[in-house]
């Protein structure tokens, strides 16, 4: 008796008995569509956000210090020397309260200077960005960020209005949109000049924004402006320093680090559900091969080898595992699709995924098949031919 | 075939159940040949079944010699034994043993399939078979449509259809009422007419009696009353 005879068999007899295959399979449908749903749901968010991280200008590099007047004006002009790099804005940030109407919120102040706009290119739902020059009365302006203007209930008709922050009377001439990704936290943002005064420190420089030409330039930037800072300071490579250089990239690749964890992490407890899902075939094919005695008895007599019943009963529990897989695989795809229908993401099934997968269902029916199948095999012909 | 079909010589074959040791067949020697149609003639508990099996090559003497078909069988493995079964005897039981959920087409070409013919060509001397024992209307019927004389009939053309040396046939009409019962040994008798040697097993001596030849056994011993029909 051939393989595909013996594969042909064991599909005719599961079909036979349906209602019990389904049960028996269900165990690794579920494990199989939670391992294909959990991963693609998992690379489906993460490349979400990291869509939106780009977005922000991938070609930013930050230079923050890591203490109060750790960066100075000097360093930032030292700064505006970094090859491949077209803009340099300087920003001063602490916190402040910021009051309207009859509410008060204590949010992130950034003091930003005319080079912010052209470099983050913040996106505003209402009004505008601060001014390039601010001078007179344009020097005490303020853009809330979104969550900041929902905290102190301000409408986009109250734009215009004057809104106090430390005490001190601003205008209100915009408010950021959040949808973009930038910034949802809450923060108002005042000129450079406006942040200094109100922090009562003159020159502060809390980092400085250096845009690339384009993103193949980041890491060089990222690396000259870590050498011209060291070069200021008298640091060698190794020393600690008391400024730190990001890039977007850096921050994606984290990301991708944080997406292949969580994969990782939930294709574990699900494989952990397809090996339980085994363990339950393992128990049904330890039943029937009880229930069968009689019948390998009656096999045996009329010419099956031990060898041919062993593959009997390992085809059985393969092609119950691997079917259990293949339906596994299209709810799990449905799942997966359903899920990034609502959130609004591309579908990311990854064919490697769905090959694992199926190989992986069937080294569960091979494993938790075997038992069961020596176990048939070894019967004694005369007592399985008498076993009532 | 030179030489008979079986041939045992100083048989015994014991069982050991815990500490005990029980004797189920002693001393036994008997030669079938070819084209025999013999019944074994015993009470339950008599060794009878023991004897079958030995016969049958479903099991090993403990100690003497069992030869079927030239082959000494205590000298094979498990699987060289099995070939041997699956090519020279063809059994027939009490309680008809067609698999589950399979055709009867199916049922008489596993033994074929088992000796490692193709599924076409098992398939189409299965339903030559079946055709020839009046059943070519029932190929792919199931166990649960047929009747126990059809059933029977099946398991008969399942034993025939390898073209086995010899045909075992355990108690067949024993679950059968007595006209289908006395069909298959009509159909039993036909066969051994035609040439094919038979070995009838059975407690009943009127079914006995439709033998060419009887061996009583009784107590593992086969007592000489060896009657010419």
């Not at chain 1, 749901?41 to 203490?67: E, P, R």
């Not at chain 1, 209402?126 to 601010?134: A, H, K, M, Q, T």
């Not at chain 1, 929902?150 to 009377?169: F, K, S, W």
């Not at chain 1, 944080?258 to 397809?274: H, P, R, T």
Request: glycine share 10%; net charge negative.
């Amino acid at each position: 008796m051939n393989l595909w005879t013996t594969v042909t068999l064991a599909l005719s007899r599961l079909v036979a008995a349906r209602t019990r295959s389904l049960l028996t399979m269900l165990g690794v449908i579920i494990g199989v569509a939670a391992l294909l749903a959990l991963t693609s749901i998992a690379s489906g968010a993460t490349s979400s956000i990291t869509g939106s991280f780009s977005s922000l200008g991938a070609t930013t590099v930050t230079v923050t210090g890591t203490g109060p007047g750790a960066l100075t004006e000097a360093d930032a002009d030292a700064l505006r020397g970094t090859p491949d790099v077209t803009l340099v804005a300087t920003t001063a940030s602490g916190r402040g309260d910021v009051a309207f109407g009859g509410d008060t919120e204590q949010l992130a102040l950034v003091g930003v200077d005319a080079a912010y706009e052209a470099v983050q290119k913040p996106a505003l739902s209402v009004g505008r960005f601060l001014p390039s020059f601010p001078g007179g009365a344009e020097a005490s302006t303020v853009v809330l960020s979104t969550s900041a203007a929902n905290a102190l209930h301000i409408t986009a008709a109250e734009v215009g209005q004057p809104v106090t922050v430390d005490g001190r009377v601003f205008t209100l001439v915009g408010v950021l949109d959040d949808a973009t990704g930038f910034n949802t936290s809450g923060t108002a943002y005042v000129p450079l000049t406006a942040a200094r005064d109100l922090f009562a420190r003159t020159p502060y420089v809390s980092s400085v924004l250096l845009a690339a030409t384009d993103t193949a330039a980041v890491a060089g930037v990222q690396a000259d402006a870590d050498a011209i800072l060291r070069a200021r300071y008298g640091l060698t490579a190794d020393d600690p320093a008391s400024f730190s250089i990001t890039n977007p990239a850096s921050v994606i690749s984290t990301i991708g680090t944080v997406q292949s964890l969580l994969s990782l992490l939930l294709g574990g407890i699900a494989s952990i559900s397809v090996l339980v899902g085994g363990i339950g075939i393992m128990n049904i094919m330890l039943v029937s091969v009880r229930e069968r005695t009689r019948e390998i008895g009656v096999r045996r007599a009329i010419g099956a080898r031990r060898g041919q019943i062993l593959t009997q009963f390992l085809v059985e529990a393969v092609v119950l595992s691997v079917a259990g897989g293949l339906i596994g695989i299209v709810v799990g795809i449905g799942l997966s699709a359903l899920v990034a229908l609502i959130a609004g993401w591309a579908l990311a099934i990854s064919p490697v995924t769905v090959l694992l997968a199926v190989l992986f269902s069937v080294l569960v029916g091979v494993v938790f098949g075997v038992v069961p199948a020596r176990t048939a095999a070894r019967l004694q012909v005369v007592d399985a031919l008498r076993f009532e | 075939m030179s030489g008979p079909v079986v041939r045992l010589l100083g048989v015994r074959r014991e069982y050991e159940v815990g500490d005990t040791t029980t004797v189920a067949l002693d001393g036994v020697t008997l030669s079938i040949e070819e084209s025999e149609f013999v019944a074994i003639v015993g009470p339950s508990g008599s060794g009878k079944s023991t004897l079958m099996n030995l016969i049958g090559c479903l099991d090993r003497p403990t100690t003497g010699t069992v030869e079927v078909a030239g082959e000494d069988v205590g000298r094979l493995d498990d699987d060289a034994l099995t070939r041997l079964r699956g090519d020279a005897i063809g059994f027939v039981f009490q309680q008809f043993q067609l698999l589950p959920q399979t055709s009867a087409i199916d049922n008489v070409a596993a033994p074929l399939l088992y000796r490692g013919e193709r599924v076409k060509a098992a398939r189409a001397r299965a339903a030559e078979v079946l055709a020839t024992l009046g059943l070519g209307d029932r190929l792919e019927h199931d166990r649960t449509m047929l009747s126990g004389g059809q059933q029977q009939r099946v398991a008969i053309a399942r034993a025939v259809v390898t073209e086995p040396a010899l045909v075992l046939a355990d108690e067949p009409t024993g679950a059968l009422d007595s006209k289908s019962g006395d069909a298959v040994l009509q159909l039993l008798e036909s066969m051994n007419a035609e040439g094919r040697t038979i070995v009838l097993i059975t407690h009943d001596a009127s079914i006995a009696a439709r033998a060419h030849r009887r061996l009583h056994i009784r107590d593992g011993r086969l007592t000489e009353a060896e009657v010419a029909a």
